[in-house]
């Protein structure tokens, strides 16, 4: 419990309120599961806008500088300013896994796999496109281990604002049906990735319907994402 105080301002007391309110929260939570969905989607969209309040605080949300020497504001992007380059460039430097993996494995390899894993489960060409993409927000805000973002307030609210602007810029429609088999084409390439590059983590591979052997290991990474763009009519 915050203890009021009159000396402080009336922004000092909203945030006394806030956290007695938090307090609170966490009684209702220790009675309940947490783990409805419906509630955590409610929690990040209100983490979310904390996190504008903050930036408002001070000048705005900050932007970050790209490649292709432009900039990006991810926190609240516009879409005219994601470039399928940058994406390219920063996924195949960022590495699955936090780095902990046997070698370095890149996003953006893994974003191919995916995209093909959903073409050979009969998915739509919008969700083979999705599939190559679904990991695009990481190239703005890197990449952070699920089981983290899980209790990152506010970072799937910033990771699906960045999402839906990359489907503008690149004119990605998609339905839940596509989504679907994106999430499970991601969760499969996903335990199989775990499986070689964890082994000593005891994960097991499921079966998949195309084999990652099959993506070219001469190619570079950004190459290798690029040249699925233009298959799948992104460029």
Excluded: C
């Amino acid at each position: 419990m915050v203890e009021p105080d009159d000396d402080v301002g009336p922004l000092s007391r909203r945030i006394g309120d806030l956290q007695t309110e938090l307090g609170a929260l966490r009684q209702d939570l220790h009675a309940a599961d947490g783990s409805d969905d419906e509630f955590r989607a409610r929690f990040e969209s209100v983490a979310g806008e904390l996190q504008d309040l903050l930036a408002a605080a001070n000048g705005g949300h900050g932007a970050i500088d790209t490649i292709s020497g432009e900039t990006i504001t991810p926190l609240d992007p516009d879409p005219a300013a994601i470039d399928l380059d940058d994406v390219a460039h920063a996924l195949s430097n960022l590495s699955r896994f936090t780095g902990q993996g046997t070698r370095f494995y890149s996003v953006a390899r893994h974003s191919v796999h995916v995209s093909r894993e959903v073409e050979a489960r009969g998915g739509s060409r919008a969700a083979q496109r999705w599939g190559l993409l679904h990991d695009a927000p990481e190239a703005y805000l890197s990449d952070v281990p699920a089981p983290v973002k899980r209790s990152l307030p506010g970072y799937t609210h910033a990771e699906k604002r960045l999402a839906r602007a990359v489907r503008d810029a690149l004119d990605v429609e998609v339905t839940a049906a596509d989504l679907t088999v994106v999430d499970a084409a991601d969760s499969a390439v996903g335990r199989h990735e775990l499986s070689v590059h964890l082994p000593e983590s005891d994960h097991e591979s499921p079966p998949l319907e195309y084999d990652p052997d099959a993506l070219e290991s001469n190619v570079a990474d950004s190459d290798l994402f690029r040249e699925r763009a233009r298959t799948l009519g992104l460029r």
